[in-house]
Each structure stands twice: as structure tokens, then as C-alpha cells.
């Protein structure tokens, strides 16, 4: 799960190296947590946080084949 999100985000940015992702991980629930540098949190989010939803939906959709529900915060 984590390595998706993170390909997908690594694509999306600059600085590719500012890029972390914790994975907090329980029985039925999975929290990722995106750090992005301060200037790439506008391209991850995207006009009106349109691709953050997007983002969001693809993750949820995998973590479905798993029975599992996911959650996605973005930090700036």
C-alpha cells in the first residue's frame, strides 16, 4: 500500500527526496501519513484538493481488495 501511495506521489512532486510516508497500520484500518515539502503540497492537493480526493479514492479501492479501510493525511 505504502510504495503505491508513495510512486504516485513521487510523481506528482519536485523534490522527490522531502517526500515521507508513515504507515500506521491496525487490525481493520490503515492510516498513511504524506509529508511533502512545503512548495509541492499545492500539486499533491490540486485545485480544490481534486487530486488529494482522487488520490484518496484510488488508495481506498486497494485497500478494499484487503477488507480494510484507509485513511490519508497530507502534511505540509
Known amino acids: 500500500m505504502k510504495d503505491v501511495l508513495e ?8 523534490d522527490k527526496e522531502s517526500v515521507s510516508i508513515q504507515e500506521l497500520e491496525g487490525e481493520k484500518s490503515i492510516v498513511l501519513e504524506v ?3 512545503e512548495k509541492d503540497m499545492g500539486k499533491v492537493i490540486g485545485k480544490q484538493g481534486r487530486l ?3 488520490i484518496r479514492t484510488l ?7 484487503e477488507q ?5 493525511e497530507f502534511i505540509g
Do not use: F, P, W, Y
Open 7 to 14: 510512486t504516485i506521489i513521487k510523481g506528482l512532486v519536485d
Open 59 to 65: 488508495m481506498k479501492a486497494l485497500a478494499s481488495k
Open 52 to 54: 488529494a480526493r482522487s
Open 68 to 72: 480494510k479501510h484507509i485513511t490519508i
Open 35 to 37: 509529508k511533502v515539502a
